[in-house]
C-alpha cells in the first residue's frame, strides 16, 4: 500500500507484530518434500481461498497453491480453514507452511512475514443496503457523515479508511466476511469495505438484503486509486520454500491454465494484466 497508509498503523498494532516475530518459524522445504505434505491455511473467503460444501479446497489461492504443490513434488495437501486475522499468527507459530488466501502484499505485514511475488491483482467495493438508502458510493464519506461502515478483522481496509480520517467509532469490525450480509442488512453498519470480488459474491448471496453500490469511487490515497496485489505467504525464514513457490508460480502465470483460474473466480482480464504490474519488493517497500 502507499507510504500514507503505512503512517496509520497503531502503535499496539506494531507492538504486538514484534511480539508474534519472535516465535516465527521456518517451513523446511527438503523435509516437506520428503513427507510429500505440505500444510496450507486459508480464510475461508470467496472467491480468493476457501472450503466447498464438499470439504474441497477452491479459490484462486488454493487451485494454483495445488498446481505448484504438485510442480514441486508435493502430493498431499492438508489444508486448514481459520479466520483471516489468526493467518499470520498462524504462520508464526508454526501452524501451517503457507497460506494460500491472496493476502494483499503490504509494508506492515512484510515486516512479519515473506511474500511470494503477487499472484493476483484486484480493487476495492463496497456493500450496502439493497437500494442504497444512504445513498453511500466511496469510502471516503464516512469521514464526512454518521454513517458506520464494517470492515474484517484483520483486513488491509482498515489502513485505507485510517488514510481516510475515518474516525475509529464509524468503524464495526466483524470477524468475517460471512457476519457482512446480517451486518448491512440490520443497520448495524451502512456499509461494508471489503474487495470488488468480495462484495459482488456477497451481494450474490444476500440478494434481496444487500448490493454492490453501484458507481463506487475508488479509495484515492497519496494521489493514487488504491488497488492489492495478492500472494502467497510464508514465515519470514521460509526462503527456500517461498523461492521455491516462486519459481513455479512466474511459469504458471505464463499458461492458459492460469488465465482460466483467474477468470473461473471472477478476475478480469485487467486484473489479470495488472498483477504482473507490481514485484513484492517495490510493494514491501510501499
Same mark, same amino acid.
Given at each position: ?19 508474534? %516475530? !519472535?516465535?516465527?518459524?521456518? !517451513?523446511?522445504?527438503?523435509? =516437506? ?9 486459508? %480464510?475461508?473467503? /470467496? ?21 505448484? !504443490?504438485?510442480?514441486?513434488? /508435493? @502430493?498431499?495437501?492438508?489444508? &486448514? ?6 493467518? =499470520? ?17 503490504? #509494508? ?5 512475514? +515473506? ?13 450496502? %443496503? ?22 474484517? *478483522? ?8 485510517? +488514510?481516510?480520517?475515518? #474516525? ?11 457476519? *457482512? ?12 469495505? !471489503?474487495?470488488?470480488? &468480495? ?12 448490493? %454492490? ?5 475508488? #479509495? ?15 514465515? @519470514? ?12 508460480? +512466474? @511459469? ?8 482460466? =483460474? ?10 489479470a494484466a495488472k498483477s504482473f504490474d507490481r514485484s513484492t519488493a517495490q510493494l514491501c517497500k510501499g
Amino acid at each position: 500500500m502507499k507510504k500514507a497508509l503505512q503512517t496509520c498503523l497503531t502503535a499496539a498494532f506494531t507492538a504486538g507484530a514484534l511480539g508474534l %516475530a !519472535a516465535t516465527a518459524q521456518a !517451513a523446511d522445504l527438503a523435509a =516437506i518434500q520428503k513427507s510429500g505434505t505440505i500444510r496450507i491455511a486459508v %480464510a475461508n473467503e /470467496i472467491p480468493y481461498g476457501y472450503m466447498d460444501l464438499s470439504g474441497q479446497a477452491k479459490g484462486a489461492g488454493p487451485d494454483v497453491a495445488a498446481h505448484i !504443490a504438485k510442480a514441486l513434488g /508435493i @502430493k498431499n495437501i492438508q489444508w &486448514t480453514t481459520t479466520s483471516f486475522g489468526s493467518l =499470520i499468527p498462524g504462520l508464526q507459530a508454526d501452524r501451517y507452511d503457507m497460506v494460500a488466501a491472496e493476502m494483499a502484499i503490504l #509494508p506492515q505485514r512484510c515486516q512479519q512475514i +515473506a511474500f511470494s511475488e503477487p499472484n493476483s491483482s484486484y480493487g476495492e467495493g463496497l456493500l450496502v %443496503a439493497e437500494g442504497n438508502p444512504k445513498n453511500i458510493h466511496d469510502y471516503a464519506s464516512f469521514a464526512k457523515s454518521s454513517n458506520k461502515i464494517a470492515i474484517m *478483522a484483520g483486513a488491509d481496509q482498515l489502513e485505507m479508511l485510517q +488514510a481516510l480520517k475515518v #474516525p475509529a467509532d464509524r468503524i464495526v469490525t466483524i470477524s468475517s466476511n460471512a457476519d *457482512a450480509i446480517s451486518t448491512v442488512s440490520t443497520g448495524r453498519a451502512d456499509g461494508y469495505a !471489503a474487495t470488488s470480488l &468480495t462484495v459482488g459474491q456477497l451481494a450474490d448471496k444476500g440478494k434481496g438484503k444487500v448490493e %454492490a453500490a453501484q458507481h463506487f469511487k475508488d #479509495p484515492v490515497v497519496d494521489g493514487q486509486p488504491v488497488r492489492s496485489w495478492g500472494g502467497f505467504a510464508f514465515a @519470514k525464514d521460509s526462503t527456500a520454500l517461498r523461492d521455491a513457490v516462486n519459481k513455479e508460480l +512466474a @511459469k504458471f502465470k505464463k499458461t492458459d491454465d492460469w488465465k482460466k =483460474i483467474m477468470t473461473q473466480y471472477g478476475f478480469s482480464s485487467e486484473d489479470a494484466a495488472k498483477s504482473f504490474d507490481r514485484s513484492t519488493a517495490q510493494l514491501c517497500k510501499g
